[in-house]
């Protein structure tokens, strides 16, 4: 189970977001300001936090930042009445991972932060290791036993989700949501052609294959 925390000064909104995620499965921890957060992080596992950002004593913007200083790189979703593209920009200044501007809907929250905990899973998952095929997620590289090859980040991304979960069949919906984001305006077929770029590059790898389910999406299977 994932631990959410939720940082947030109205008690009312806050309430409502702790329900939300509480039914969606997840063990919800709350604050109503920035220093409070701290300290729970202090003194607990988050896997995510989702932060106002007008809020006393410390704000979610500076506890953002204090938390990116200090090396804590769990996904940030946050949350605020704010709507600018500035407000945005500083957000993401910050380390912010995503954006809700109240009022917020609860079913799209919910969807935000189930991609944003993926995003993060592959991020967590290090290396992959598939017969003589090892994909290092720190510097991007696949190494073969015939080479090493840098791939550009989205084609990366793409590859070290589909085998960290061999054959399970991943949707372009899913794929766009946790490579590209939730919000992006790249179009579906961006994945195809990034797929077919990948292909060409593995044609003769004896280790592993991606295949096409037709109507659903893309997985990847092991040869071996």
């Not at 945005?88 to 380390?95: D, E, H, L, P």
Request: one cysteine or more.
């Amino acid at each position: 189970m994932f631990d959410i925390l939720v940082c947030e000064d109205d008690r009312n909104i806050r309430r409502l977001m702790c329900g939300y995620l509480n039914r969606a499965g997840y063990n919800v921890f709350e604050s109503e300001d920035g220093q409070g957060a701290l300290n729970i992080l202090d003194r607990t596992h988050i896997d995510l936090l989702i932060t106002d950002i007008m809020m006393p004593i410390k704000d979610g913007l500076s506890l953002s930042k204090d938390l990116r200083e200090a090396g804590i790189e769990i996904p940030i979703l946050i949350v605020t009445a704010k709507e600018t593209i500035d407000d945005k920009k500083r957000g993401f200044f910050v380390g912010a991972d995503d954006y809700m501007v109240k009022p917020i809907d609860m079913d799209e929250m919910i969807v935000r932060v189930a991609a944003l905990l993926r995003r993060a899973k592959i991020a967590s998952d290090r290396k992959i290791i598939i017969g003589s095929t090892t994909l290092d997620y720190n510097n991007l590289m696949v190494k073969t036993s015939k080479e090493e090859r840098q791939l550009p980040n989205k084609e990366f991304l793409l590859l070290f989700k589909l085998l960290s979960q061999p054959n399970r069949i991943f949707t372009r919906n899913q794929i766009m949501d946790d490579i590209w984001g939730y919000e992006t305006d790249t179009e579906e077929r961006t994945v195809d052609v990034h797929i077919k770029r990948l292909r060409e590059k593995f044609y003769d790898n004896t280790d592993f294959q991606i295949l096409t389910v037709r109507g659903l999406g893309y997985k990847a299977v092991k040869l071996k």
